[in-house]
């Protein structure tokens, strides 16, 4: 069985249970924070980058998520704008208020190029580095995002190994210095998830904030991958996204795209800039349930620690 002790630094153990706490551009991370992180799975042409952080800024984000290097399963389709988009990312962040870019890395020489982009937009943004699935046990690429402080990481799990196998992956950016680590459940491949891209595994959002001290990130659009709805018509990625607000995610990735069915990336499970209020409305109310849920149990705990003491 998975225990904490076997996590040196991130696991939460006796004498190190203070959960990680870090602020990145002004946006604190923690166990109790809550963010969503929206935006496009692939970066896309200029005008669409704008529109999306444009929908952002109006409904009130400060976080974003933008692929500018796509890790694919065939070798024909397309592999992102890589470093030639990052200036007008950056840009347009800047120009909507965006402080945090979610941005999958795959080699050393992003860090280098994302930094370079950075600076020549006068640091108009912040990036937090994501090791996307497929990565999850490139020990090589996890030395040397954990070697660097300057981005924080969010680290997906791997999609076919166990929950142990990828807080181990978590392990290593922090065994090499780096503990601004926020942990992404994603789904797992299984056909036993169908009609569903990946197996929801939302049930560990809590397994991990047990576990470790890391703030954890959900990810409904990979796990669900399609715009189906349930009989009511709400959509699969809104209930699976309640799923695990309700279990109490820190974090919630989330594909959007202004034109979905022209999106370069995973088009079929984007939704659309105009379901981005709703979306978050939804999210609000769950959140809310979350809180409530967690004051219902004060009274219980105030009176367990004064019989402990
Ligand atoms: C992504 O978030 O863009 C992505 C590719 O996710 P994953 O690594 O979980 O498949
Ligand atoms: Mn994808």
Redo the contacts with the bound molecule.
């Keep these: 069985m998975t225990k904490a002790d076997e996590f040196r630094i991130l696991g939460r153990r006796k004498g190190n249970e203070e959960p990680i706490r870090f602020e990145y551009q002004g946006v604190a991370f923690d166990q109790e924070c809550f963010h969503v992180v929206a935006g496009l799975?692939a970066v896309d042409t200029r005008e669409f980058t704008e529109r999306t952080f444009k929908a952002l800024h109006a409904a009130g984000q400060v976080c974003a998520?933008m692929?500018a290097y796509?890790?694919r399963t065939s070798p024909y389709s397309f592999q992102g704008y890589g470093k030639q988009c990052l200036p007008y990312v950056f840009e347009a962040a800047g120009k909507y208020g965006i402080r945090v870019i979610s941005m999958?890395v795959t080699r050393d020489e992003h860090l280098d190029e994302i930094r370079e982009a950075l600076r020549a937009t006068g640091d108009a943004t912040g990036v937090m580095l994501?090791i996307?699935?497929?990565n999850t046990q490139n020990f090589e690429l996890l030395k040397i995002v954990g070697r660097q402080k300057d981005f924080p990481v969010l680290l997906?799990r791997g999609?076919g190994i166990t929950l142990s196998e990828s807080l181990n992956a978590a392990e290593y950016l922090a065994s090499e210095g780096n503990r601004k680590v926020i942990f992404g459940l994603?789904g797992v491949k299984t056909n036993m998830g169908e009609p569903h891209r990946n197996f929801l595994d939302f049930a560990h959002v809590p397994v991990v904030k047990r576990l470790t001290r890391m703030p954890v990130c959900i990810?409904p659009s990979?796990a669900i991958g399609l715009r189906t709805r349930g009989s009511e018509g709400i959509l699969d990625i809104m209930h699976a996204t309640a799923q695990g607000i309700i279990a109490g995610a820190n974090m919630v990735?989330v594909d959007f795209h202004p034109a979905p069915d022209q999106a370069l990336v995973d088009g079929p499970q984007a939704l659309s800039l105009d379901e981005l209020p709703l979306l978050l409305e939804d999210v609000q109310i769950v959140r809310e349930a979350y809180e409530k849920r967690l004051a219902r149990l004060e009274p219980q705990l105030a009176r367990g620690s004064a019989q402990a003491s």
């Design positions: 799975n998520r692929g796509k890790p999958e994501q996307g699935t497929r997906k999609f994603r990810d990979h990735l």
